[in-house]
Nanobody, 125 residues
Framework: VQLQASGGGLVQAGGSLRLSCAAS????????LGWFRQAPGKEREFLAA????????TYADSVKGRFTISRDNTKNTIYLQMNSLKPDDTAVYSC???????????????????WGQGTLVTVSS
């Protein structure tokens, strides 16, 4: 499966952005999807994951209550709605997929094998 993230840009602190990640080349419904970010000089950080059905989500504590992950299986796309953005949220945001055959309701933080190119989010103070 190939993934392409989009929707990044420059936003002021307190503002909002919605990222999209479009998938192609695979059966979208058998993948758990997640969002990650990497800031300069820092390790990649898990942000959020959504199960195959969309019914289960997992969030990192750093974004819980501010970010919302969702998926539209009819459009082969996932989204990350980001509200109350802070300068510390500045990073390259990437989406990833994890093949998950047996359980449609898991949304793990790791084990992702397929990665898309990221999109840069810059939050100014």
């Amino acid at each position: 499966v190939q993934l392409q993230a989009s929707g990044g840009g420059l936003v002021q602190a307190g503002g909002s952005l919605r990222l999209s990640c479009a998938a192609s080349g695979g059966t979208f419904g058998i993948y758990v999807l997640g969002w990650f970010r990497q800031a300069p000089g820092k390790e990649r950080e898990f942000l959020a994951a959504v199960s195959r059905s969309g019914g289960t989500t997992t969030y990192a504590d750093s974004v819980k209550g501010r970010f919302t992950i969702s998926r539209d299986n009819t459009k082969n796309t996932i989204y990350l709605q980001m509200n109350s953005l802070k300068p510390d949220d500045t990073a390259v945001y990437s989406c990833a997929a994890r093949l998950t055959i047996l359980n449609s309701e898991v949304a793990p933080r790791n084990g992702y094998a397929y990665w898309g190119q990221g999109t840069l989010v810059t939050v100014s103070s």
